[in-house]
């Protein structure tokens, strides 16, 4: 089954840290750049941060210094370290591979249910 699936969201205070991660089924993930986005309801789909195969990243300016995405690919999980978290952080967060690469209507067939994250003031 190729599937991603998201965890590890959850309610926090400004300030505090999370980690999420994303268990991602099918070689289609492990051997390409990997991707964290967030969505809230009316906005477009925000990309958060990737990371290529062989671990190079990038972030939006957004979260830049205080979110770090990695992989282990021989667990198949990619996951988000969140520290520093603003009110401004609060949507929910999905994986899916990097749409600059494939495209929308092509990554639109893997979306998972994504992991709420809730920051409080």
């Given at each position: ?99 600059s ?9 893997y ?11």
């Amino acid at each position: 089954q190729v599937r991603l699936v998201e965890s590890g969201g959850g309610l926090v205070q400004a300030g505090g840290s999370l980690r999420l991660s994303c268990a991602a089924s099918g070689s289609i993930f492990r051997i390409n750049t990997m991707a964290w986005y967030r969505q809230t309801p009316g906005k477009e789909r925000e990309l958060v941060a990737t990371i290529t195969s062989g671990g190079d990243t990038n972030y939006a300016d957004s979260v830049k210094g205080r979110f770090t995405i990695s992989r282990d690919n021989a667990e198949n999980t990619v996951y988000l370290q969140m520290t520093s978290l603003k009110p401004e952080d609060t949507t929910v967060y999905y994986c899916n591979l990097d749409v600059s690469r494939f495209g929308r209507s092509f990554i639109n067939k893997y979306w998972g249910q994504g992991t709420q994250v809730t920051v409080s003031s």
